[in-house]
């Protein structure tokens, strides 16, 4: 993972593992967002920054939403 930031590593955990818990494929992920499968392991991996439009978007496949992507570590940082 390429990305120091700790709350972009915290939102990439929160996506990875909230796409094994539903099952889902990266090549599933990746059908859905119109991108290769390549693409969105980037993404995962922290190789390619999220947009907000993208983040959006994989939180609506996910069945969630973004708060609930950040939640953790929002609540985490408050303390």
């Known amino acids: 993972m390429l990305t120091s930031l700790p709350l972009m590593q915290h939102l990439i955990n929160n ?30 991996l922290g190789y390619t920054r999220i947009t907000v439009e993208r983040l959006f978007e994989i939180a609506k496949i996910l069945n969630t939403d973004v708060f609930a992507l950040l939640k953790s570590q929002l609540l985490m940082e408050a303390v």
Do not use: D, F, P, V
Not at 18 to 43: D, P, V
């Open 15 to 44: 996506i990875r593992t909230t796409r094994e818990e539903l099952g889902y494929s990266q090549e599933y992920m990746a059908m859905k967002l119109g991108i290769g499968q390549n693409g969105y392991s980037k993404i995962e």
